[in-house]
Nanobody, 118 residues
Framework: VQLQASGGGLAQAGGSLRLSCAASGSISSFIIMGWYRQAPGNARVLVAR??????NYADSVKGRFTISGDNAKNTVYLQMNSLKPEDTAVYYC??????????????WGQGTEVTVSS
């Protein structure tokens, strides 16, 4: 199973970006999909996650970011609005899923860089 993240780039403060993370491989079902971010010199932290019909967000992004999923495409999105310079980080998607053999698996995508200029 692989996760392919895309959509990062440069944005101005107040602008928007949408990240996508597409999963491929032998997948039976998703348990949790989420986005984490890691700013230079900092630890990787949870930004948002979705499981079933529930979503959770870090306090720092509540009201600005929205996580959503498309089950038919095995893809999770992160819509980021009202971006701030402090949102600058490398964003990683993550999935906890059951493979086709029912094995519980945690997968990380490659990072996608988001830079927000003031």
């Amino acid at each position: 199973v692989q996760l392919q993240a895309s959509g990062g780039g440069l944005a101005q403060a107040g602008g928007s970006l949408r990240l996508s993370c597409a999963a491929s491989g032998s997948i039976s079902s998703f348990i949790i999909m989420g986005w984490y971010r890691q700013a230079p010199g900092n630890a990787r932290v949870l930004v948002a996650r979705i499981t079933g019909g529930s979503t959770n967000y870090a306090d720092s992004v509540k009201g600005r970011f929205t996580i959503s999923g498309d089950n038919a495409k095995n893809t999770v999105y992160l819509q980021m609005n009202s971006l701030k310079p402090e949102d600058t980080a490398v964003y990683y998607c993550n999935a906890v899923l059951r493979s086709a053999t029912s094995a519980l698996t945690t997968v990380w995508g490659q990072g996608t860089e988001v830079t927000v200029s003031s």
